[in-house]
């Protein structure tokens, strides 16, 4: 498959600069991937699509403030974007400069303290920090969140509050897993009351995720790597929805991901069969793929040319996106981080594009 067949035009006004006024607020068009049909919704609307003995499952990952500024010891300015942290004194950055650091130099971020180029992966520095303070501390200190390059404004402390789910716990992305972003504790309480479920997963999103695809041919596109971990109360969740008939729904593409990449290195790897446990994933879903776990998902509107436009594309079928996303445009609907969402039901395997 070509990646310009996942290309959209999408106007300026329609990507969504600042969160609605109320994270339960915002629009949700359901897609019906069978039937091909689209409904525009609300999102406080999302329960009466979900059933008593339904699972839910969200990405509990935080974000870190991994965006620090400073300058080269040697001269000349820099920008650090965290992409990962190691350990106490040690990550893996993205550095914009005039001039790449060469391994073994050292930069000083904030005023404060200095790190040392250690080595270079690609596109990823590994910084070591130069301070007896850990690197989750120091970024917390000095770091600013790091909103998506759409975004245009600087983050303001609104946005230190809402680009975080009210659900987040365990420190580690530089981007939000957005589809969270539209639940409230009200909303949590609501599903609980009519006898959902909820569990959740976690999964680092990594800086890769707002990079478009820039090979011609998909196939040829590497992707970035990410950590995730599943409890064991998580698989066995999910193993009692699907023995009871329920249907597992994924708050988001990340939650996506971490189940399916669970599924994917499970020894008997059959259908809904999870493997706990932590690792890297680079999992890419294109269409053709078959899910295994997930039945149902919750999401974004995504970049043209993203890999997660070709995710959504093989879980509700090219053409059903497709359509969505041009009536999405008509009706204005707001899009990507700070955007409305939508409810995608699973086209099955013998429909899929």
Do not use: W
């Amino acid at each position: 498959m070509r990646t310009e067949d996942f290309d959209f035009y999408l106007p300026d006004p329609l990507i969504a600069q600042h969160p609605a006024a109320d994270r339960a607020s915002s629009r949700m068009l359901h897609v019906d991937a069978m039937r091909g049909d689209l409904l525009d919704e609300a999102f406080c609307h999302l329960p009466n699509f979900l059933s008593a003995g339904d699972l839910v499952v969200f990405n509990d990952t935080r974000v870190i403030k991994a965006r620090l500024f400073g300058h080269k010891l040697t001269g000349g300015n820099v920008e650090v974007l965290i992409e990962r942290v190691i350990n106490q004194h040690t990550a893996y950055a993205h550095v914009r400069a005039s001039r790449a650091p060469k391994v073994g130099s050292q930069l000083n971020l904030s005023d404060a303290f200095n790190v040392e180029v250690t080595a270079r992966h690609d596109d990823l520095f590994e910084l070591r920090f130069l301070s007896d303070i850990s690197v989750l501390d120091l970024l917390e200190q000095h770091g600013a969140l790091p909103l998506p390059p759409y975004i245009t404004h600087a983050a303001t402390s609104d946005d230190e509050e809402r680009y975080q789910t009210v659900f987040s716990k365990h420190l580690g992305a530089v981007a939000a897993p957005t589809a969270g972003l539209h639940f409230n504790e009200a909303m949590l309480d609501t599903l609980k009351q009519k006898g959902v479920d909820i569990a959740y997963v976690t999964l680092h999103v990594g800086a890769g995720t707002f990079q478009p695809v820039r090979v011609d041919n998909i196939n040829e596109h590497k992707m970035h790597s990410e950590l995730y971990n599943i409890s064991q109360a998580t698989v066995d969740m999910i193993a009692r929805t699907k023995s009871r008939g329920g249907k597992v729904t994924a708050i988001g593409t990340t939650a996506l991901r971490a189940l399916e990449s669970a599924a994917r290195i499970s020894p008997s790897n059959v259908e809904g069969c999870l493997q706990a446990g932590s690792g890297e994933t680079n999992i890419f879903i294109t269409p053709g793929y078959q899910f295994r776990v997930v039945d149902r998902l919750f999401t974004n509107f995504h970049l043209p040319k993203s890999t997660l436009l070709m995710l959504v594309s093989a879980f509700a079928g090219m053409e059903n996106i497709k359509k969505a996303y041009a009536h999405a445009i008509a009706q204005q609907y707001r899009f990507f981080s700070y955007g409305d969402a939508m409810l995608l039901e699973k086209m099955l395997p013998e429909k899929t594009n």
